[in-house]
């Protein structure tokens, strides 16, 4: 167990060294405006950050599943702006179906349960077909690895971005949330592979790492409240000398910690193939619940300061009350769990939450 | 960067799934046809706490030498949470168990040591906190029960306050002024083992809210101790409280006190609940599940020997809030009129746990005062 600690732990130390140098105001403002943060995106992929997770003989580096949670929290940070979660995410669903994994940012689709996209069999090999919704980085990615549904079960197709038509949309932190129009898009025999991942755990899969960006910007913005309950002053004293305050910012270290903790546990459940599900569920609806209280009140201390422009709080926290909502809001996998429960009985609950259940 | 908060993983050893399968089996016999109960370890049961203590169940980790069973940390926290989720009655031993034996293993003299834990751990010897007085309840440092030294010993006169089954216990740790408060209030306190049958002791019953008789006001007039009933240190009251707070407010009893509640919930929905119920539902078991897990790495920690005080607040604070959501949350689910006589298990359990809630955030140390440790861990104090 130490071992991997210490392992997280330098790998943590490495992104947030990668970040430090790459991850600028400037760099923030211009991606937000479209402009492709290049040099950030090289660094991360040659320190092996952006397939963390991936097999090595799938192209990854071939790290535990540990390593992309420590990366993926260092990200969320740090509000970094490239698809580095939606790389690793495609990364696992290409791996998982056997099909090698290219370099370069990737995207995934479907990211909505509405969304239906399908793969026909040709002479030539395969045409896709069907509009993907709210594809994040859809316009910036090379690739996107699609899930679709294939004569005789699922299947996984690697596509290029080029191939679709794009219609741009954002998120509220200008993250692009593009739709991608596939219209009989043709792939050769080899960028299709069968795959036992339905759109229902490529959800979950997407909610568990959108769950680990989130817990590493709510643990950036308690430090910037904290930062600022101490620098700013009024009535003559800083005011995170105020009772009020304090007890204010102890709330939100509450909620960060219990953001930690599940995220934390959720990745315990799937690097020893437990109940992932499960925890994955508790992860997204628990720190989504600890996003919407912790945004609130790190706004509530920094005043006025904060909900400018000027200020660097809102590269955390629209992003916050973006990925709350992705893949599957709190909501969403509250009621997955509470039918799960239902389902399973009252005398079964204490087993479920305990992991007995058998 | 803040470092602030640690929660490590723990993963459980297989002895503690075997011991949760040994306790699943003794409560399915002892339980058996006892209605669901809230707030369990607030339930004084002596003939329960005594088959406890025949398997093994008290002291789990204390040296074989004073009765204990040498067993891990973790295995004890399964134990607790088993019992609790079962609502078992766990009160008559839970303090002593809980705070006063690992007290006196810590401090106590090897005479108080195999005096006082071996009988704690057969189940047959029951302790209660004497911190809190009429004028002194988050402020501690404040109390003005004074033990004045005289004839080889100490004489005790002052008043504790809220102490919970006073009256059925046979002994309290008795937190008393020993020296003059000076610049350092902190200073000048001692903790003494304190007989509650001797000459001296009043013990006058104050109902709860509920109607229940759990607390009580302890008035000590001219009462005697002797010398070799000093916990620890002399005037290091105050460092040796610290330290049994640690224990006190990490535990799953702190998540758990409504669990029965929200599964007489889950019953009541049904396996079709209505989305806003599964909703409903899904949410606090999202809490309870990562709380539980938080609390869990607590235990991890201090079964390392790291003295996670700051984490025992966060988890306290959270669990508690959480606890008394439940049954708000399970209210608005359900439409009935709370009644603790109901026939019906949810409906008496509602009401019961609606009663109880408003303490889950005071015992062990408020809400402010939890969010104030936290807020000194966070640099602000």
């Not at chain 2, 040498?70 to 809980?98: N, Q």
């Not at chain 2, 988050?138 to 809220?162: E, H, M």
């Not at chain 2, 359900?334 to 009663?355: G, H, I, K, R």
């Amino acid at each position: 167990m130490s071992d991997a600690r210490e392992t997280r732990q330098l790998i943590t130390d490495a992104a947030h060294r990668l970040f430090d140098q790459y991850v600028s105001r400037e760099v923030q403002e211009k991606a937000e405006a479209g402009t492709w943060p290049g040099a950030l995106w090289t660094a991360l992929e040659e320190a092996g950050l952006t397939l963390a997770a991936v097999p090595e003989q799938f192209g990854g580096t071939g790290g535990a599943v540990g390593d992309e949670l420590a990366v993926l929290r260092a990200s969320g940070r740090y509000a970094t702006p490239v698809p580095l979660a939606e790389t690793m995410l495609a990364g696992w669903l290409l791996a998982d179906a056997g099909l090698k994994v290219p370099l370069g940012p990737m995207s995934l689709a479907p990211t909505q349960r509405t969304d239906a996209l399908s793969l026909a069999k040709t002479a030539a090999g395969w045409t896709l077909s069907g509009t993907a919704h709210r594809v994040p980085w859809g316009r910036s990615v090379q690739h996107v690895a699609v899930l679709a549904k294939a004569p005789g079960g699922n299947a996984v197709a690697l596509v290029k971005a080029g191939a679709a038509k794009v219609e741009s949309g954002a998120n509220l932190a200008g993250e692009p949330r593009d739709s991608l129009v596939f219209n009989n898009v043709a792939l050769a025999p080899d960028s299709v592979s069968k795959t036992g991942t339905t759109p229902d755990d490529l959800m979950q899969m997407g909610a568990l790492m959108r769950a680990a960006q989130m817990t590493g910007a709510l643990e950036r913005i308690l430090d910037l409240a904290v930062r600022y309950a101490g620098e700013r002053s009024q009535f003559g004293r800083n005011i995170g000398k105020f009772q009020a305050v304090q007890q204010q910012l102890a709330v939100l270290a509450g909620q960060v910690a219990a953001s930690g903790r599940a995220v934390e546990s959720a990745y315990e459940q799937r690097e020893q193939a437990g109940d992932l599900a499960f925890a994955a569920a508790v992860a997204k609806a628990r720190v989504g619940e600890a996003a919407s209280i912790g945004a609130g009140i790190a706004h509530q201390v920094h005043g006025a300061i904060g909900f400018t422009h000027e200020h660097m709080l809102h590269y955390s926290t629209r992003r916050l009350w973006s990925w709350r909502s992705e893949f599957g809001g709190d909501a969403y996998w509250q009621e997955l769990i509470g039918r799960r429960i239902a389902k399973a009985g009252a005398d079964k609950l204490w087993p479920l939450m305990t992991g007995t259940a058998g | 960067m803040m470092q602030t908060f640690r929660f490590d993983p723990v993963e459980l050893p297989e002895a503690a799934e075997t011991l949760r399968r040994d306790v699943r089996k003794f409560l399915e016999k002892e339980m058996a046809g006892a209605g669901p109960r809230s707030d369990s370890w607030s339930a004084f049961n002596p003939d329960f706490s005594r088959k406890m203590g025949e398997r093994g169940w008290i002291g789990m980790t204390w040296p074989k030498q004073y009765g204990g069973h040498e067993r891990t940390a973790l295995e004890r926290y399964v134990l607790l949470e088993e019992l609790l989720a079962a609502g078992a009655p766990v009160s008559a031993h839970w303090v002593a168990d809980r705070q006063s034996g690992p007290l006196l293993l810590r401090f106590g003299t090897e005479e108080q040591r195999k005096f006082f834990l071996p009988k704690i751990a057969a189940g047959e010897c029951y302790f209660c906190i004497g911190m809190s007085e009429p004028d002194s309840g988050s402020d501690l440092a404040s109390i003005r029960t004074r033990a004045v030294q005289s004839n080889g010993g100490w004489v005790v006169n002052g008043t504790k306050l809220w102490t919970s089954n006073a009256h059925h216990c046979n002994y309290m740790i008795l937190l008393a002024r020993t020296a003059e408060k000076n610049e350092n209030r902190h200073e000048g306190m001692t903790q003494f083992v304190v007989d509650l049958k001797a000459p001296g002791v009043k013990i006058r019953p104050i109902k709860n809210l509920a109607g229940d008789h759990h607390f009580n006001e302890v008035v000590f007039t001219d009462y005697y101790i002797p010398n070799e009933r000093i916990v620890g240190t002399l005037h290091n009251g105050w460092r040796q409280v610290m330290n049994e707070l640690a224990f006190e407010r990490s535990g799953p009893e702190r998540l758990l006190s409504a669990f029965t509640l929200v599964v007489e919930l889950v019953r009541a929905a049904g396996p079709e609940p209505s989305e806003r119920a599964a909703v409903a539902i899904g949410r606090l078991v999202a809490h309870l599940y990562t709380l539980r897990r938080m609390s869990l790495s607590v235990a991890g920690m201090l079964q390392a020997g790291l003295m996670p005080e700051l984490e025992a607040a966060v988890v306290k604070d959270l669990g508690t809030l959480c606890e008394q959501e439940i049954p708000e949350v399970a209210r608005l689910l359900m439409d009935c009129e709370p009644d603790p006589n109901a026939s019906d298990a949810f409906v008496a359990t509602l009401a019961q746990t609606m009663l109880y809630a408003p303490s889950f955030s005071i015992r062990g140390g408020t809400r402010e005062i939890l969010r104030g440790i936290i807020a000194r861990g966070l640099g602000l104090r």
